[in-house]
Every structure is written in structure tokens, then in C-alpha cells.
């Protein structure tokens, strides 16, 4: 499996600014995927970033909202931007692993959760 | 709707007791994972599984996907103080590359 962190793990910011989160992953990853988890609720996904190419966004999020980069195959970067009080979630980064028999699956940061004030 | 429907979205008991929590859909998956998420931490994967009518056991908890891959169960037995969180199914479509999540169940252990 691999070993994924986060940063910031926690943060309080103020309506109509923006922040970035950093996912660093301990080996080299093709896909890395951005999830937002509402209070009390499931994972959505946001977009799928990959290595060289845009990011691919899921129905609901927009990349002028949530811009995504990944400069390589061992970090990427979610900013929330223009934040709003329902911006505020646990965002979680996930990568692609590789278990026994071949089979792929994903595994998670800690993630970082956001309160817009 | 959501593509995988878990039972129940709570579930509380007391120390020593069993539980099962179902994910069921009418779609067919190449794969089923079943995490658990304790407050403030990410998911974490307790099992995969791939092959229609599979039982894969860890422990205390018995995992299983059904005939058809359609649907899954965990069942814990003897719960623990230690078993307490919030349990998520996720599925993987035939040629799909995206997790699917179900809606989680929120397991409380009473000791």
C-alpha cells in the first residue's frame, strides 16, 4: 500500500479566499483522484488528476472552483477557491495501488478539513 | 440515488454482540472494497473482493460478495469498543477505473 500525506491537515479560513492542499505519496502513482466528504456523509469524487494531462472533473465540480495541478507522479494539489461556509469538508486524496492477484485499488491520505467561517 | 446502497446507516451495540452491514446495487462490479474511517483520519481499507460468492475473513470480520457481484456484506462478530466507526463500501464497475461509495454505516461499540 502506499503511504500518502497531506497538508494542511486542518484549516479555518475566511469567506472568498482560497486554499491550497498538497498530497504527497511515498512512490510513484499513474492516477491520484481528489474527494470531497461532506459532515456525516460519504466520499464524492471531485476529479481525477493525472500525471501530464487536465484534470478530469466530475458532474459538479468545475476546474475554475477547484484547480488541480500534479507536477509529477508523486504529488498533487487541490485549491478551493472563492471558499463559501458550504465549502466546508474533509478533502481527501486517493491513489491507484496494486494488491495481490493484480488487483487495483485505491488507498487514502488523512485528509485535510476545512471550515469556511 | 447512489449506485450502492448501504443498510443501516446506524447501527449501536453493545460489546460482545455481532453485526452485519449490507451494500447491495443493481449494478455488476469488477471489485468491491470495504473501508473504515475513524474521525478525523481517512478512509482505511480493510479488504478487496474480486470473485462472485468470495468469503474473505480478517479476524473478527467475515467479508463477502455475492454470486452475482452485485452485492456485499461485513459481519463482525463479538464487537469490540475498538470496532467503532464509520464503515464504507465502495464498488468498482466493470471497466471502470472510479470508486463507487456507498452511503457508509455508522457503527457505535458500547462497552
Known amino acids: 500500500s502506499a503511504v500518502i500525506s497531506q497538508k494542511p491537515s486542518r484549516d479555518i479560513c475566511q469567506r472568498g479566499t482560497s486554499l491550497t492542499i498538497q498530497c504527497q505519496v511515498d512512490?510513484?502513482?499513474?492516477?491520484m483522484f481528489w474527494y470531497r466528504q461532506q459532515p456525516g456523509q460519504s466520499l464524492t469524487l471531485i476529479a481525477t488528476?493525472?500525471?501530464?494531462?487536465?484534470?478530469?472533473?466530475e458532474s459538479g465540480f468545475v476546474i475554475d472552483k477547484f484547480p488541480i495541478s500534479r507536477p509529477n507522479l508523486t504529488f498533487s494539489t487541490l485549491t478551493v477557491s472563492n471558499m463559501s461556509p458550504e465549502d466546508s469538508s474533509i478533502y481527501l486524496c486517493?491513489?491507484?495501488?496494486?494488491?495481490?492477484?493484480?488487483?487495483?485499488?485505491?488507498?487514502f491520505g488523512p485528509g485535510t478539513r476545512l471550515t469556511v467561517l | 440515488t447512489q449506485l450502492l446502497e448501504q443498510s443501516p446507516q446506524f447501527l449501536s451495540i453493545q460489546e460482545g454482540e455481532n453485526l452485519t452491514v449490507y451494500c447491495n446495487s443493481s449494478?455488476?462490479?469488477?471489485?468491491l472494497q470495504w473501508y473504515r474511517q475513524e474521525p478525523g483520519e481517512g478512509p482505511v481499507l480493510l479488504v478487496t473482493?474480486?470473485?462472485?460468492?468470495e468469503v474473505k475473513k480478517l479476524k473478527r470480520l467475515t467479508f463477502q460478495f455475492g454470486d452475482a457481484r452485485k452485492d456485499s456484506s461485513l459481519h463482525i462478530t463479538a464487537a469490540q469498543p475498538g470496532d467503532t466507526g464509520l464503515y464504507l463500501c465502495?464498488?468498482?464497475?466493470?471497466?471502470?477505473?472510479?470508486?463507487?461509495f456507498g452511503a457508509g454505516t455508522t457503527v457505535t461499540v458500547r462497552a
Open positions: 473482493v474480486v470473485t462472485g460468492g
Open positions: 465502495a464498488g468498482r464497475k466493470v471497466n471502470d477505473y472510479k470508486l463507487s
Open positions: 449494478s455488476v462490479f469488477s471489485s
Open positions: 512512490s510513484q502513482v499513474t492516477m
Open positions: 486517493s491513489v491507484e495501488g496494486r494488491q495481490g492477484r493484480g488487483t487495483d485499488t485505491q488507498y
Open positions: 488528476a493525472n500525471q501530464g494531462s487536465e484534470a478530469t472533473y
